[in-house]
């Protein structure tokens, strides 16, 4: 199947529903070598007059090292029957074990940033921002309990969304 470029203002999708609910992969790297995670923490929004997208990677996560490594990374969301995939993506490390070979996905490369041929909806995202989240700046000391215990903090990547792909 191809996929269509679409304006990103005008993507129908509950991404509410898309990030908690089904996940999303976050991909980065080239055809020699990438990474990907999944995900269920973010967003999509306006900042600085770009649509953006707002994503979470744990500091110890191999994926930091290839968006950090690259000025582009992806978002991939698929459909409920890639659960299992996207399941094993997270609780992996790439460091560890081939991701791409154990799930059976597809990376496509025709973008800045690799991608997958299963998913129903790509984000290309150019990074504009990124910072580690500081303890001191979280005001509810209940989601530093929750969220951080071991204190294995996030880093905030904030990407602009320079093409969004719908899978037809």
Request: a negative charge.
């Amino acid at each position: 199947m191809a996929f269509m470029t679409i304006d990103p203002k005008k993507l129908e999708t509950n991404f509410f529903q898309a990030i908690d609910d089904q996940w999303m992969l976050i991909t980065a790297g080239n055809e020699e070598k990438l990474n990907t995670m999944t995900a269920s923490w973010g967003g999509i929004g306006i900042l600085w007059n770009k649509n953006v997208t707002y994503t979470f990677i744990r500091e110890s996560r191999y994926t930091r090292e290839f968006v950090d490594n690259n000025e582009y990374f992806s978002l991939s969301f698929f459909g409920s029957d890639m659960m299992k995939a996207l399941s094993f993506c997270g609780s992996h490390s790439g460091r560890d074990v081939d991701k791409i070979k154990e799930t059976g996905l597809v990376p496509l490369y025709n973008a800045p940033a690799p991608y997958f041929e299963q998913a129903e909806l790509v984000l290309v995202c150019k990074k504009l921002y990124c910072q580690k989240i500081e303890k001191d700046c979280i005001l509810d000391p209940a989601i530093t309990e929750k969220c951080y215990p071991k204190g294995d903090w996030h880093y905030t990547y904030i990407g602009e969304i320079v093409k969004a792909m719908k899978k037809i």
